[in-house]
């Protein structure tokens, strides 16, 4: 459960951190999510995690961004999930260890994530770090796709094209 407290400092951190909304200052959305993070805030642990990862207000730290991804994920966070299984399948987080991507991409995918329904589907597609599904990966690109994941689209429409024109008759 988030307390008041650092849901306030999250809010506060995404006020800076939003172009839009007038008060634009990196620093000091770091500074409030950093003070969210430390009392558990889930939401500022993935944005600090999205922070280091892309550089933004700090110097690009794959390995610190990991760990913020990491500490969210453990608390349910869908979008760290999906970002750590991005992670680690790309060797920035542990060596590129495809089950283990599997399994975040699982989790996040679990909670309706359509990212992760994406990359999960790519996984099970091409037989990597999980056994190849077919079935399995269509099914995750549809709910993919079904909230508007471009890139799940693009797949399914690829696949379509791939059958045989006669295939349903």
Request: hydrophobic share 45%; with cysteine.
């Given at each position: ?6 849901a306030?400092?999250f809010d ?14 990196l ?14 805030n889930?939401?500022?642990q993935?944005?600090?995690?999205v ?9 690009q730290?794959?390995t610190?961004?990991a ?5 969210a994920a ?8 999906n ?6 399948e790309?060797?920035?987080?542990g ?9 975040w ?8 994530n ?27 690109y ?6 508007g ?7 399914l429409?690829?696949i ?6 006669d295939i349903f008759?």
């Amino acid at each position: 459960m988030i307390d008041c407290e650092s849901a306030a400092l999250f809010d506060l951190g995404a006020l800076h951190d939003d172009p839009d909304a007038g008060r634009f200052d990196l620093a000091e959305a770091l500074r409030c999510y950093r003070l969210a993070a430390a009392r558990g805030n889930d939401m500022a642990q993935f944005n600090l995690g999205v922070m280091y990862d892309l550089g933004r207000g700090v110097e690009q730290d794959a390995t610190r961004a990991a760990r913020w991804f990491y500490c969210a994920a453990l608390q349910g966070n869908a979008s760290a999930q999906n970002s750590l299984g991005v992670m680690v399948e790309h060797g920035q987080a542990g060596g590129g260890h495809l089950a283990r991507a599997a399994e975040w991409y699982r989790l996040a995918a679990g909670q309706g994530n359509a990212e992760a329904q994406c990359n999960l589907a790519a996984l099970y597609l091409h037989g990597r770090g999980v056994a190849q599904d077919y079935a399995r990966a269509l099914a995750l690109y549809c709910a993919s796709a079904g909230q508007g994941n471009a890139e799940a689209q693009a797949w399914l429409s690829a696949i379509g094209n791939a059958l045989p024109a006669d295939i349903f008759s």
